[in-house]
């Protein structure tokens, strides 16, 4: 069974452009989360989805943060404009109803 | 404020030796509990869920979780220097909640 996957891995932007981040979950998973982790520290939520709504987006910034999940399979976390302190690990994770989450292999985010 | 507590570490522990990971969480309101290991420059990996008192074990590792002192350890037995990563308690109040995580023990076992 293929676990989540997500793209690119790495990711070097300037401040002020825009970033996409793709998230493909495991399959029949209904459940997908994103999450941000900086270094040192555990995850933390920003977004979660059960199937195409958005049930907790409460710790992600809407002024700059969006994202979708389409037919409620991927999803596209973006940011715009990007700012030096977005510099982190963005991870998707996903889970069958409230069940343990899998994590995929994450975006690494450089701001310059 | 949610919070899970982990001691940083390093802990350090000989090959074939037994490693002790703690977690206290201040939730009382919890009902799941998990360990992730995190090898440097990769993502969370889930090695063991608990959800009831008392103790879990799979393979080399046992889960054990006490609510009434909001506690949850991970012990992993016969040590390997391929057990030296972060691992990362976390927990969540089941049903419709995210997990909240510690900032995780790193673990370093030497041969």
């Known amino acids: 069974e293929a676990g989540v996957v997500q793209s690119p891995r790495y990711k070097i932007i300037e401040k002020k452009q825009p970033v996409a981040f793709w998230c493909n979950p495991i399959?029949?998973?209904?459940?997908l989360y994103w999450y941000l982790q900086n270094l040192g520290q555990g995850p933390e939520l920003l977004i979660r989805y059960e199937n195409e709504e958005a049930v907790d987006d409460s710790q992600l910034p809407k002024d700059r943060f969006s994202a979708e999940r389409l037919k409620g399979v991927d999803s596209t976390l973006k940011i715009q404009p990007a700012e030096l302190g977005d510099s982190a690990v963005y991870l998707c994770?996903?889970?069958?109803?409230?069940?343990?989450?899998?994590f995929g292999p994450g975006t690494r985010l450089t701001v310059l | 404020q949610k919070e899970v507590e982990q001691n940083s570490g390093p802990l350090s522990v000989p090959e074939g030796a037994i490693a002790s990971l703690n977690c206290t969480y201040s939730?009382?309101?919890?009902?799941?509990f998990f360990w992730y290991r995190q090898y440097s420059g990769k993502s969370p990996e889930l090695i063991m869920s608990?959800?009831?008192?008392g103790d879990k074990e799979d393979g080399r590792f046992t889960a054990q979780l006490n609510k009434a002192s909001q506690y949850v350890s991970l012990l992993i037995r016969d040590s390997q220097p391929s057990d030296s990563a972060t691992y990362l308690c976390a927990v969540n109040e089941g049903a419709g909640t995210a997990l909240i995580f510690g900032k995780g023990t790193t673990l370093s076992v030497s041969s």
């Open positions: 608990i959800y009831s008192n």
């Open positions: 399959s029949g998973h209904n459940t």
């Open positions: 994770a996903s889970s069958l109803d409230w069940g343990a989450q899998y």
């Open positions: 939730d009382r309101g919890s009902q799941s």
